[in-house]
């Protein structure tokens, strides 16, 4: 891992001194790290100012201005230098920018260095992101635009728009093929013909097709749209591409989709975009449902038809039972935030919700569903990932 290091030492305690002192914490940082003192416009990695002794407030005042932010102040327990960093992070904050300060063992510092490697990596990949919307938002997302602008200023990620007349003719560019290997992991098919599956195969690689064109990191698709022209669904399509690590979500919802991103990129996890069918307060279970569901993170799956058209390819897969953590973005810029932990406890089947169902024991939160929804689709994760993703928030000084 690189690491910028910028010593900052007053003349009055004399270098060669300071530089004897601290001797243990330079053999710890360049044992640990590839260490560059020589901090260049642009360099990778992380930025370290190393505060070697007090008096050194007015020298770092002079290179905030150009020093990468968030601040990052490694602070000894001798010398002055914990007084003069928490005087420097005190100033840092007034200029409403955000600071660390890494203090105590040397163990201690090398887990927190570490996690902020990956949290400004974490945040690189989101500002680096392309993110398609194919068609806009569906007609019944009333409370689930964006706004872009805001949306960039924020989180930092680009924002493409594609008609959905370019999918349509992508998809018309493709010739049907015979189905490879992805296709025959299905535990049954119920209602569906081959004929069918080809024709969602098409969708999946015409979809592909303006991934790798556009250059897109992920995309939702105004999935609707693809029934009457093609009588047929994004479902299994973006279940594929999700497996495959191209994050994808239906319906145009460009909160949901958002979110599963950032799930992806905190976790490596793919994530299952659902309706909150039924919520039973004194139990305190919610029921969620949709028809698509990446087949990864299930133990098995069936391909049956689209719930509301009763036509296409839906995915209906069943989960284990396991702790989960149910998250959404929302708000015109993502900045409001909906996160809690429980376990699925069932898979259910009714034939009058969508395909994959399951019943999640949550172990609070949903009073705050009623009463201050974000849109009307969840993000379920497998796993408990409500401390990274609240930090990372904190990170990036999102207010939720």
């Known amino acids: 891992m690189n690491i910028n290091v910028i010593k900052l030492m007053s003349p009055l305690h004399g270098e060669e001194n300071v530089i004897n002192s601290l001797r243990p914490t330079a053999n710890f940082l360049e044992d640990n790290f590839d260490v560059n003192y020589n901090l260049q416009e642009n360099s990778d990695g992380i930025t370290v100012v190393w505060v070697m002794t007090g008096g050194v407030e007015g020298k770092f005042k002079e290179i905030y201005p150009w020093l990468k932010k968030p ?18 992070m005190a100033y840092v904050r007034k200029q409403q920018e955000k600071a660390y300060i890494l203090h105590g063992g040397f163990d201690e510092i090398k887990q927190e260095i570490e996690k902020l490697y990956f949290l400004q990596e974490a945040a690189k990949k989101i500002k680096d992101a392309r993110i398609a919307s194919i068609g806009g938002p569906s007609d019944w997302l009333i409370a689930s635009h964006v706004d872009f602008h805001k949306v960039s200023e924020i989180w930092g990620s680009n924002f493409v728009y594609i008609p959905m007349e370019d999918l349509l003719k992508s998809i018309s560019e493709i010739e049907i093929a015979s189905q490879d290997d992805y296709f025959s992991k299905a535990a049954a098919a119920i209602g569906i013909q081959e004929t069918d599956v080809q024709a969602a195969d098409r969708i999946y690689r015409g979809l592909k097709k303006l991934v790798q064109e556009k250059n897109i ?24 591409l999700n497996d495959e690590g191209i994050i994808a979500g239906c319906e145009g919802d460009m909160p949901s989709l958002f979110t599963m991103l950032l799930v992806y990129i905190l976790t490596g996890k793919r994530s299952f975009m659902a309706n909150p069918s039924k919520i039973d307060m004194k139990a305190n279970t919610i029921l969620l449902a949709h028809c698509t569901v990446p087949t990864s993170i299930v133990e098995e799956y069936s391909l049956k038809t689209h719930f509301e058209s009763g036509i296409g390819v839906a995915v209906a897969g069943k989960f284990a039972e396991q702790p989960v953590t149910v998250v959404k973005l929302g708000g015109r810029a993502l900045d409001k935030l909906y996160i809690a932990e429980g376990a699925i406890v069932s898979n259910t089947y ?45 990170y990036m000084e999102i207010i939720y």
């Open 217 to 240: 990191t992920a995309l939702t698709l105004k999935c609707f749209d693809l029934l009457d022209p093609l009588k047929n669904t994004g479902c299994l399509p973006l279940a594929r």
């Open 71 to 88: 601040i990052i102040l490694l602070a000894e327990d001798i010398n002055n230098s914990l007084p003069a960093a928490l005087e420097i």
């Open 350 to 394: 009714d034939e009058h919700r969508c395909r994959t169902q399951i019943k999640v024991q949550m172990e609070y939160g949903l009073d705050s569903l009623l009463k201050n929804p974000l849109g009307n689709h969840l993000i379920i994760v497998p796993g408990k990932i409500e401390p990274l993703f609240r930090e990372f928030m904190d």
